[in-house]
Structures are given as C-alpha cells and as structure tokens.
C-alpha cells in the first residue's frame, strides 16, 4: 500500500534561513508521481510541483529546489533564503500510476512551515 | 477565470440531518475527488470520479456518497452526518491522463463542516 510520511509536523526558522522539508513515500509501484502543495494561512491549497518517478532530475525554482532520490524513497523540498511570505502548510503527496489504484491520491500529514522576522 | 467552486462554504449542521456539499469545476476536468482535512492527519482522499458515472472510492470512504452526473459537478452527500465527519472539505479537479491522478490537482477554497 502507499504512503507518505513527512515526519517533521512543525518547523520554525528565522527569515532568510535555509530549510528542508522532508518527505518519505512508499509504494510498489514503479510508475508513480509526487507533488508538492502549499496551503498559506489564507487556506487555499496550491500546486507547486509535480515529478514523475521516471524523472530523477532536482529542480530549482527560484528559492525554492527539490532532491528526488528514489534509492531513499525521498522527495524533499528546500526553500533558500526563507522569508514570511513561505509560511504555511507543505503537503506531499504521491499518486500510482498501476492498474489496481490508478486514481488514488495519498497525502502526507504536512509540515508547518514558520518564518520569524 | 478557471475554477472550482464549493458551497457552503461554512456549515453547522445536528447530527442525523442530510446534507450535500456542492462541488464545480469550469475547466472540463475529467478527474474530481473529495477530500478530508483534519488537524494531524493531512488530506485524506474521500472519493473521487475519472468521469462521468464513474467513481471510486478513497480511503476514507464511510459515510459519504457522491455522484458524477455531470462533467463539471460532483457533490458530496452525507445522508446522516455525525460528529466525527466534523472537517474542512476540499473538492479538487485535474486534467485527463490515461485515467490517472498523475496531474496538478486544482482545489476548491473548501468547506468547514460543524456537525453537532
């Protein structure tokens, strides 16, 4: 069965500080796909980045970079230079591409993001 | 402007008392799901539809039902609410792939459900 652990349930960090944030996922599958979702005080729950289990490559946008690793089942979010706009709730979230669970969605418990002026 | 929409956006409601919380979405997604937010225990897929007439059931599925009509609607129904389905429910669509979950999910601003 899958499942995402982000085992970190609150963070605090002063502004322009570093930060990770962890994710763990488990599945059988090989095909599989993994999100990111920011959910700001406001409420809202918002997309930022989607990777396909076929597509190791990091990526950077701006301050914010992810690091799939796929040997350590991983797939974490590292925001640079945090600042108070970055506080929020992050979501991690993996879905399978298999046949038996095509459709479903398994979302991580989130880790609260804050960020001290 | 592309959207999904839920309404109420706020609800008390008594326990036992049926109620359905309306879900749309102006973007002609095939895919639509239903989740649950609780403190600690993130969003937890409720169910979800790949299309018209089709829907699955998520993890937490007890409880509720829905349907998928029409393309752009898909209501979620709780024919005898309790207290432990007291919650902040998110609607959410996402384009076709194959029938998979495996796009950008666009989500509804939710709805907090207060079930005395």
């Known amino acids: 069965a899958q499942k995402v652990t982000q085992a970190q349930t609150e963070i605090s960090v002063v502004e322009k500080e570093d930060v990770t944030l962890d994710c763990v996922y488990e599945t059988r599958d090989t095909t599989y796909y993994l999100f990111w979702y920011k959910q700001p005080p406001s409420g809202e729950l918002v997309f930022l980045i989607r990777?396909?289990?076929?597509?190791?490559q990091n990526e950077i946008s701006g301050r914010y970079s992810w690091n799939f690793q796929k040997s350590t089942s991983s797939f974490n979010f590292t925001i640079t230079a945090s600042q108070v706009v970055d506080s929020a709730v992050y979501f991690c979230a993996l879905s399978e591409a298999g046949y038996s669970s095509a459709s479903k969605i398994i979302f991580g418990s989130g880790t609260r993001l804050s960020i001290r002026p | 402007e592309a959207q999904v929409t839920q309404n109420p956006r706020y609800l008390i409601t008594v326990t036992g008392k049926k109620l359905t919380v309306t879900c749309s979405q102006n973007?002609?997604?095939?895919?639509m799901s239903w989740y649950r937010q609780d403190p600690g225990l993130g969003l937890r897929q409720i169910y979800y539809s790949m299309n018209v007439e089709v829907t699955d059931k998520g993890d937490v599925p007890e409880g509720y039902k829905v349907s998928r009509k029409e393309k752009r609607n898909f209501p979620l129904i709780l024919e005898s609410p309790s207290p432990n389905q007291t919650s902040l429910y998110f609607c959410?669509?996402?384009?076709?792939?194959?029938?998979?979950?495996?796009?950008?999910?666009?989500f509804g601003p939710g709805t907090r459900l207060t079930v005395l």
């Open positions: 959410a669509s996402s384009p076709y792939s194959s029938g998979r979950a495996d796009n950008e999910q666009f």
């Open positions: 990777r396909n289990s076929f597509d190791e």
């Open positions: 973007m002609n997604h095939e895919y």
